[in-house]
């Protein structure tokens, strides 16, 4: 345990949580990091949320709850959390209300962001539905400079997972809105962004659990309309010049594209529409060609002739 024990904020953006609520504030009041605070923000639920919160007044961790007057999308809710934490706060925690965590898991990843001063952003191993989940970061180290934390997480050998991470306030979040709320990816956007003026740490440690359900943005809108296609495509074009060479970027890009052209041609034709509209938006060429060298380049790597993108996005 530190002898100093700067004040933790944990954020939690909520609606319609009453089915796993409950569970999220317990894993709060159960860390054994004691200077914390909990600040959740009810974006208008019409289920018992509000009355779940109310049980939980009066507990050891202080519970700041604010209630929207109406639901405002996703992202919007995020931010609202972010500007509720108290200013003091050093570091910042989004916890979904259907996660939770390890009862050392805020004691242990303070820890590592304390005794590296370079860094503001600690990540973690995670649960996904009882399986386990290390990112691929390499076990023998924990610390890395933010720009190589990009290049490892956009060359596939690192994962920097927008949930479950401890942000350092006062890297970036108080100057801009820390999500882009045009984007289903924002969390993990903001880390990319938070990474391009600081390090970043990994503990090594599964601290983090994810409860994926049918009713997760992950299921509803980013499973169905595909849409974390087009966030990584967004995000390699943000913070991808500050890791790359311009012409190692071009050329990871273009293997990219590929993959998502080949990946549109059997998606349902309603959502294959709506990545040509995002695509076309963002100035890419969505021709006949294109598309046969899409397909091209996915024969040439089934014979071991050329690479190909493998992993995320699925």
Known sequence: MQVHEPLVAICTPVYNGGKFIRDALECVQAQTYKNLVHVVSDNASTDDTAQILEEFQGRRVPLIVSRSPHTVPIMPNWNRVIG???????WL??????????????????ALGEANPSVGLVGCGRLL???????????????YPGRKAI????????????????????????????????MFGADTDMCLRVLRS????????????????PATVSATAMAKRRLHFFDW???????????????????????????????MLVWPREVRAEHRDLLKKHGEKLDSWSFMDAMGNWVLKRLGLTPGWTGYPF
């Not at 509720?84 to 050093?90: D, M, Q, S």
Request: some cysteine; proline content about 7%; aromatic content about 10%.
């Open 233 to 263: 495509l967004i995000m390699m074009d943000r913070h991808g010049p500050y890791a790359f060479e311009p012409d190692e970027l071009a050329r990871l890009r273009n293997l990219y594209l590929r993959y998502y052209r080949r990946k």
């Open 93 to 110: 925690r989004i916890l979904c209300a259907d996660d939770l965590m390890t009862p050392d898991a805020v004691e242990k990843m303070v």
């Open 151 to 182: 290049r490892m997480h956009f060359a596939r050998m690192g994962t920097v997972y927008g949930p479950h991470v401890l942000v350092r306030r006062d890297r970036i979040l108080d100057a801009v809105k820390p999500f882009d709320e045009t």
């Open 84 to 90: 509720l934490a108290p200013p003091e706060a050093k």
């Open 129 to 143: 539905n009882g399986t386990e989940d290390n990112f691929d970061w390499p076990a023998v180290q924990s610390i």
């Open 198 to 213: 600081c390090d970043f740490a990994y503990c090594h440690e599964i601290l983090a659990i994810t409860r994926e359900h």
